[in-house]
Every structure is written in structure tokens, then in C-alpha cells.
């Protein structure tokens, strides 16, 4: 009696249409639109902060908006690819100072990603080691990087203060490198006082990736380099940073970015009026915008500089993944 009930239920079972039919539909549809709707509070506010700004600020390059359209800006008159012509026409005014703004931001970007990726990869190399005081020494590292930016740069304006700052208390006073003490937030030494605080601020999270990255580098591998009597720099060249390279790839496009885009430090740093040696695209930016209220050309401005970091990363991908593709 015992032994054939379970029989006879599952021939009811299999007897049933429903049965191999296999799970109830809107149950499956349940399951694959949950993720969807995880993600839709995201998205929306993905949405709202990023897309409908930049939507605004394209439609904005394409009119006449000054001060005088300001309260009601959909008033403005239609300018068309007029404001593109007036920044891209290199022997007018305008024109001439944004290329010069996009050269020096060149420059700054280029040396800031650099120095900030070689300070952040060989202070992850030395401390991968363990040793006493390793954690201490990490979480020192990355006091910059967690600090706010505001606070930051703040301190950074005391210290490079003609009269009474650090910087030339150390190098005149102390050292005796300088002749007289020197104007750091004016003039070409703006330049050097700018990458001085944005490699410092910036190395450590160089510092935090490469170290995220070396904890997948397998240990067997330096102690058989070591006993084949591999030296440290040949380590580094033929294990660690080979290892790196996918690691590498995103960490300078990020800080590439990161730094090219860098608004905050340069307007804490020198104000609204930055110096001419100093003069980021983004900050070259803003004056176009708000303090020459000429909102349309500085929308314009903004397009094009979306436009060219848009290249510069697309290019960039191509490169890094056809390397991938034929490394072997």
C-alpha cells in the first residue's frame, strides 16, 4: 500500500499538462525584469544628474545665450555653429586662448599622470613586501588621496604663500636653494605649484590600484626569477609589469580623465582668475561661461572638449585592445 502511493503520485504528476510545461511564465518574467528593476532607480538618476545636463548644454552651444537670456535661456536667438567658429578661429582672441588653455592642460596632464603613476607603482612595488610597519606606511600613503579636495588645496594655498609659507620657509630660508623667495601662485611658478598638488593628491590612488593589482601576481614567480639570480629591476621588468599591463591600462586612462577634467584644484588653488602659465581647459572654461557671461560659447567650448576626450578614449581602447589581442 505504502509502495505504490508514491507511483501513483508521480503518474498523477506526469499525467498533468502543467507538469511539463516546466515553471509558470510570468514567474520567469518575474525573475529576468527584477535585475531591471534594481537597476531602475539608478538609471534614472543616472539620467537626471549626467544626460539631461549634458543634453541642456549641447542645445546651449547652439544659441545666443548671454546674460540678457539668462532667466529664460530657451528665448536665446539661435546662433547655430557660430560659437563653434568663434572657439575654433585660432587667430582671434578667443580662439588663440583656448589653444593656449588646451596646450598647457596637455602638458599638466601629461606630467601629472606620469609622475603619479611612477610614485604610485614603485611605492606598491617596495611595499609588497612584508615587513614591520607595512600597514602603517599604506594607511599614511593614502591620507592624500582621503583627505577632502577642498581642504586639501586650502592647505596647500597657506603653504605656497610668497611671505610667511612652508614652501619658502624650506627652500629659502632653510635650504638656501632660491635667491629670494619665489611667487608661487602667480606668474610661470603657478605651473609647477599646480602638478605639485595634483601629483600629490592623485599618486596614492595609483598606489591603491597597483597594489590591488600585484596581489594576483603569484609569489612562485619572483622566487623562481630569484633562483635563476633575476635581480629586483629585472623583476619588475619581466614579471611585474607585464603582470600590470591590464591593470595599468584602466589606471592611466582613469587618471587621464581624472586630471584632464580637474576643476576643483585649480579654482581652490588660484581662484576665478587663474594664471596664464596655469590656465586649464576646465577653468578656461568656466571664465568663458560665468564671468564673461557668454554661456553659448562656453557651451561650445564644453562640447568640444567632450568631443576630444571622447576620441582620445576611443583611440586609446582600440590601441590597448589590439595589444591584448596580439600579446601572446
Not at 47 to 72: A, C, N, W
Not at 127 to 144: E, I, K, M, N, S
Not at 171 to 179: A, C, P, V
Not at 247 to 262: A, C, E, G, I, M
Request: proline share 6%; with cysteine; glycine share 8%.
Amino acid at each position: 500500500m505504502t509502495a505504490t502511493a508514491p507511483t501513483a503520485e508521480a503518474a498523477a504528476r506526469k499525467s498533468s499538462p502543467g507538469a511539463a510545461r516546466g515553471p509558470r511564465r510570468p514567474g520567469r518574467i518575474r525573475r529576468v525584469g527584477l535585475p531591471y528593476l534594481l537597476l531602475l532607480p539608478a538609471v534614472l538618476l543616472e539620467l537626471l544628474v549626467h544626460l539631461v545636463p549634458m543634453v541642456i548644454g549641447i542645445v546651449m552651444s547652439f544659441k545666443e545665450l548671454t546674460q540678457f537670456y539668462i532667466r529664460d535661456w530657451g528665448t536665446a536667438p539661435w546662433a547655430g555653429l557660430d560659437n563653434y567658429k568663434v572657439s575654433v578661429d585660432f587667430d582671434a582672441p578667443v580662439g588663440a586662448a583656448l589653444l593656449h588653455s588646451f596646450f598647457v592642460t596637455v602638458a599638466f596632464t601629461v606630467l601629472s599622470v606620469g609622475l603619479c603613476w611612477l610614485l604610485g607603482t614603485a611605492a606598491a612595488i617596495c611595499l609588497q613586501d612584508t615587513f614591520r610597519g607595512r600597514g602603517l606606511l599604506r594607511a599614511l600613503f593614502l591620507v592624500p588621496y582621503a583627505l577632502p579636495v577642498y581642504a586639501a588645496v586650502i592647505t596647500w594655498v597657506f603653504m605656497f604663500q610668497h611671505d610667511n609659507g612652508l614652501v619658502n620657509h624650506v627652500l629659502h630660508d632653510q635650504l638656501g636653494l632660491t635667491d629670494k623667495p619665489s611667487f608661487w601662485l602667480i606668474g610661470d611658478n603657478s605651473f609647477f605649484a599646480l602638478l605639485t598638488v595634483s601629483v600629490w593628491k592623485g599618486w596614492p590612488f595609483a598606489f591603491l590600484i597597483v597594489m590591488a593589482g600585484l596581489q594576483n601576481v603569484p609569489r612562485e614567480l619572483y622566487e623562481a626569477a630569484a633562483l635563476d639570480g633575476a635581480g629586483m629591476i629585472q623583476q619588475v621588468r619581466r614579471i611585474t609589469l607585464p603582470s600590470l599591463r591590464p591593470v595599468n591600462q584602466v589606471l592611466v586612462l582613469v587618471l587621464f580623465l581624472w586630471t584632464f577634467n580637474d576643476f576643483n584644484t585649480p579654482f581652490v588653488l588660484f581662484g576665478k582668475a587663474a594664471p596664464e602659465a596655469a590656465d586649464l581647459i576646465s577653468v578656461h572654461i568656466y571664465q568663458a561661461s560665468f564671468v564673461t557671461w557668454n554661456f553659448g560659447t562656453g557651451s561650445a567650448m564644453s562640447v568640444l572638449l567632450l568631443l576630444f576626450l571622447l576620441a582620445v578614449t576611443g583611440v586609446y581602447l582600440v590601441l590597448t585592445s589590439r595589444g591584448r589581442r596580439t600579446a601572446p
